[in-house]
């Protein structure tokens, strides 16, 4: 089983209002690939989807971004470009 580093977008969510956009990066497997692939495929893609079909991942991303002071934060996570290419490329 390959890992890869990949770079995401992710919007910080205060409640209040936006916090922001961050830019992590993390490590991920082939399934996690394949989970992003399948919120493409059957979603389109929409971020608030992505802890539903990514947990795992999501909370790798949110571990690496969230502070002290983030613990009520919600994070959206956009699927990066890249998954999005696949997915075409195997339509």
């Known amino acids: 089983m390959e890992s890869q580093t990949v770079k995401f977008i992710v ?5 209040g209002g936006d916090g922001g956009d961050d830019q992590v990066e993390v490590e991920v497997t082939e399934s996690e690939i ?8 059957e979603q389109g893609g929409d971020e608030d989807y992505f802890p539903e079909y990514c947990p795992s991942l999501y909370e790798k ?23 999005y290419e696949m997915t075409e490329a195997e339509e």
């Open 11 to 15: 919007t910080v969510c205060l409640g």
């Open 34 to 41: 394949e989970n992003m692939k399948d919120l493409v495929r």
């Open 61 to 83: 991303i949110r571990a690496e971004i969230a502070g002290e002071e983030d613990q009520d934060a919600f994070y959206k996570v956009q699927v990066p470009d890249s998954v």
